[in-house]
């Protein structure tokens, strides 16, 4: 079992990396009080499939006495479980307009006490927690997509899903899916509903599929769309996208589309990425 301790200036980015870290199947737990944490490896341990890596943000909010943070870290490698510390940090100039542009308080400012003072008395409070951190990550130049970028070379494992694509037929009669990022039209294709032995069945059975890609108008179509996602899914990964809705339209959704969404399917599979061919009308009618 595994343990990431996020720790940093707030403002740094811990929320963003959380989110990145829940991307690569880290449990994460924000601001879990300090002496819980051994309770809570406990519990992990006992249900080790669930919980193999675990990520937990401390900051600020925990408190001022950061020993008792090094005590309950003491405690769980007692246990058997490793641990990180990640710490965020970002300079002061860089903070303050962030909390500017998000309206958001400080933490510790209250009484009076500036945005400025807040963010030095936390960088004394942190200072502990930086020295031993194991990983030290300046968010001040980076973007969100830096970030991830940085996030991915420290602790992806090269079998995390890093990008979920759903290929999805549909039936232009029926609308076009709202929650699809790229739309492909594949009516000019040979139909099957003309072909009376076909026209109950549907894309998925061998003898729709024979029809539409009779001809080789299909595998001309498919080296596009395949010569596409080999481009497209590798920076969609690298801006930071994690998942992809392709939907590939004909007139009702239930031949062309489907025969077309699972060939397409089966190529982004084939390439590495967490894929799946989804058919949303093609039982209609």
């Known amino acids: 079992m595994y343990f990431l301790i996020v720790s940093g200036m707030s403002g740094a ?6 989110a990145t870290l829940e991307d690569f199947g880290f449990y994460c737990v924000d601001n879990l009080p300090i002496a819980l944490i051994p309770k809570f490896a406990e519990i ?3 249900a080790t499939e669930r919980y193999e890596r675990v990520a937990l943000v401390t900051d600020v909010r925990a408190g001022g006495d950061f020993q008792q943070l090094f005590d309950s870290l003491d405690a769980i490698r007692d246990m058997g479980c490793d641990y990180r510390i990640l710490f965020l940090d970002t300079a002061t100039g860089t903070l303050i307009n962030r909390f500017k542009e998000t309206r958001r308080k400080h933490p510790l400012m209250e009484d009076g ?7 030095m008395k936390e960088r004394a409070l942190l200072e502990g927690v930086r020295g031993k951190a194991d990983y030290v990550v300046d968010t001040t130049n980076l973007s969100t997509g830096g970030l991830r970028d940085k996030l991915i070379k420290l602790f992806a494992n090269e079998n995390d899903d890093l990008l979920e694509v759903t290929v999805q037929s549909f039936g232009f009669k029926y609308g076009i899916p709202p929650e699809a990022d790229l ?7 040979p ?9 109950q069945k549907n894309g998925t059975d061998k003898g729709v599929r024979d029809y539409v890609f009779q001809g080789g108008t299909a595998d001309a179509l498919m080296s596009h769309l ?25 007139t009702g959704g239930k031949h062309r589309s489907v025969a077309i ?11 590495g990425y967490e ?3 989804a058919h949303r009308d093609y039982q209609k009618g």
Do not use: Q, W
């Not at 006490?113 to 963010?119: E, G």
């Open 44 to 46: 992990c341990l006992a």
């Open 275 to 277: 894929a799946a061919a």
């Open 226 to 250: 395949t010569s596409l996602m080999d481009f497209l899914l590798p920076r969609y990964v690298a801006e930071g996208k994690t998942s992809v809705n392709v939907a590939i339209g004909c």
């Open 13 to 18: 980015g811990k929320s963003r990396t959380v």
């Open 113 to 119: 006490v500036s945005m400025t003072d807040a963010i």
């Open 191 to 199: 139909n099957p509903y003309y072909e009376i032995s076909l026209r």
């Open 261 to 271: 969404a699972e060939a397409l399917a089966a190529h982004v599979k084939a390439r």
């Open 183 to 189: 739309v492909f039209d594949v009516r000019f294709l």
